[in-house]
């Protein structure tokens, strides 16, 4: 059984992960190419799985890691250089 792609909207605290995120970061830019395509995607995902069961992780979770990793080794990279 498949889960629902349902974002996470709060962390352990009570603060929004989208107002963590500044409106100009990178990562914002990067979603908005990814999902449109995870979207239209979806109905194939959706057919490898079963109906009965328990809900399992979305497969656009993991698919949306990649991008996000990316990003935040980049920062990493240029604000310790920028620091030295």
């Known amino acids: 059984m498949r889960g ?28 908005g190419f990814v999902n449109p395509i995870l979207t239209a995607l979806s109905p194939r995902f959706e057919a490898l799985y ?9 497969p656009q979770r993991p698919l949306r890691r990649p991008p996000a990793g990316a ?10 250089g920028a620091a030295q």
């Open 71 to 80: 990003v935040h080794c980049l920062e990493r990279a240029l604000t310790e």
């Open 4 to 31: 629902a792609d349902e974002p996470q909207t709060t962390l352990r605290t009570d603060h929004s992960v989208e107002a963590r995120i500044p409106a100009e970061h990178p990562l914002r830019m990067i979603h």
């Open 50 to 58: 079963s109906r009965i069961g328990r809900p399992s992780i979305p």
